[in-house]
């Protein structure tokens, strides 16, 4: 220690006239504790630049943990955008088929992608009774025997496959209920909307077959039924689907519960379309929904 005190002088001459320019007092204490200063000072200036600025994504290995959770967050919204899109396409390209009538095109595969439950009744909930009146109806229409009007002599089910105009048939109401929103082709709203409480079940119109079942962010939980005689109909916006593709359905049967799914949906309802040789057709000039 007595020699780290020993005092040094350090002179700067001018080589050419050995003229003193300045001088500095020192000692080797002096000299330790200003260089560990120095490099103590510069690793602190450099530990603050690579924690408060950008330079650390140049350091391999150093993680911006902040950053990484941000990728995963963006990375899970991205894989969620790209289901919806697969949902749409899968969406869109049933509906293809189903207004050109290539049923037989959809195959097990198809019906898989939807999405659906294993065995959609076990989602059915426990408060849903089924109505005796429905049941006798559905019975009658099933077995030829049920006249929609005196005037009119109702034909059998197994004679549908004829062409008969559609005037002819005879559709059993989905739900009862207000209509809310009409159908109107000038705003692409091509079915009609009936309010209806909380857990109503929704029956199919006619005997048929579903040809589609599964959700889609704009129409929610939707179903589609193939019926005799080019008639399709389609039910939107449920809570719960009661059957899958492929189903073979009796008229007055519940394939769904009346539900509010879909971005487009602002309450409970059934927004209901009647199709015919693939074109839409006002569901209320054929249906009594009161």
């Given at each position: 220690?007595?020699?780290?005190?020993?005092?040094?002088?350090?002179?700067?001459?001018?080589?050419?006239?050995?003229?003193?320019?300045?001088?500095?007092?020192?000692?080797?204490?002096?000299?330790?504790?200003?260089?560990?200063?120095?490099?103590?000072?510069?690793?602190?200036?450099?530990?603050?630049?690579?924690?408060?600025?950008?330079?650390?994504?140049?350091?391999?290995?150093?993680?911006?943990?902040?950053?990484?959770?941000?990728?995963?967050?963006?990375?899970?919204?991205?894989?969620?955008?790209?289901?919806?899109?697969?949902?749409?396409?899968?969406?869109?390209?049933?509906?293809?088929?189903?207004?050109?009538?290539?049923?037989?095109?959809?195959?097990?595969?198809?019906?898989?992608?939807?999405?659906?439950?294993?065995?959609?009744?076990?989602?059915?909930?426990?408060?849903v009774d089924k109505i005796p009146e429905d049941e006798q109806l559905r019975s009658?229409?099933?077995?030829?025997?049920?006249?929609?009007?005196?005037?009119?002599?109702?034909?059998?089910?197994?004679?549908?496959?004829?062409?008969?105009?559609?005037?002819?048939?005879?559709?059993?109401?989905?739900?009862?209920?207000?209509?809310?929103?009409?159908?109107?082709?000038?705003?692409?709203?091509?079915?009609?909307?009936?309010?209806?409480?909380?857990?109503?079940?929704?029956?199919?119109?006619?005997?048929g077959s579903v040809i589609s079942a599964g959700y889609t962010v704009e129409t929610?939980?939707?179903?589609?039924?193939?019926?005799?005689?080019?008639?399709?109909?389609?039910?939107?916006?449920?809570?719960?689907?009661?059957?899958?593709?492929?189903?073979?359905?009796?008229?007055?049967?519940?394939?769904?519960?009346?539900?509010?799914?879909?971005?487009?949906?602002?309450?409970?309802?059934?927004?209901?379309?009647?199709?015919?040789?693939?074109?839409?057709?006002?569901?209320?000039?054929?249906?009594?929904?009161?």
């Amino acid at each position: 220690m007595e020699k780290l005190r020993d005092k040094y002088r350090l002179v700067i001459m001018n080589d050419d006239t050995f003229e003193e320019v300045t001088s500095l007092k020192l000692t080797p204490l002096s000299v330790y504790i200003a260089v560990s200063s120095l490099i103590v000072g510069t690793a602190i200036l450099v530990t603050m630049l690579i924690i408060w600025t950008p330079l650390k994504r140049y350091i391999p290995g150093y993680g911006d943990f902040t950053r990484d959770s941000e990728i995963a967050e963006l990375t899970g919204k991205v894989s969620d955008l790209e289901n919806e899109i697969e949902a749409h396409r899968l969406y869109n390209e049933t509906f293809r088929k189903m207004l050109t009538g290539d049923v037989q095109g959809m195959t097990e595969e198809d019906v898989k992608k939807q999405g659906q439950p294993e065995n959609p009744a076990d989602t059915l909930p426990h408060d849903v009774d089924k109505i005796p009146e429905d049941e006798q109806l559905r019975s009658a229409v099933a077995t030829g025997t049920f006249t929609a009007d005196p005037k009119l002599s109702q034909a059998p089910l197994s004679s549908l496959g004829r062409d008969i105009p559609l005037e002819q048939l005879f559709f059993i109401p989905p739900v009862s209920g207000d209509i809310t929103a009409k159908y109107d082709l000038k705003k692409n709203h091509f079915g009609l909307d009936v309010s209806a409480p909380k857990n109503t079940a929704v029956k199919v119109v006619s005997d048929g077959s579903v040809i589609s079942a599964g959700y889609t962010v704009e129409t929610g939980y939707s179903i589609a039924v193939q019926h005799p005689n080019n008639v399709v109909t389609i039910y939107k916006h449920n809570s719960v689907l009661l059957r899958r593709e492929g189903d073979l359905v009796k008229a007055g049967e519940a394939i769904a519960i009346i539900g509010n799914s879909g971005e487009n949906s602002s309450g409970p309802h059934l927004h209901f379309e009647l199709w015919h040789k693939g074109r839409a057709v006002d569901p209320g000039l054929y249906i009594n929904f009161k």
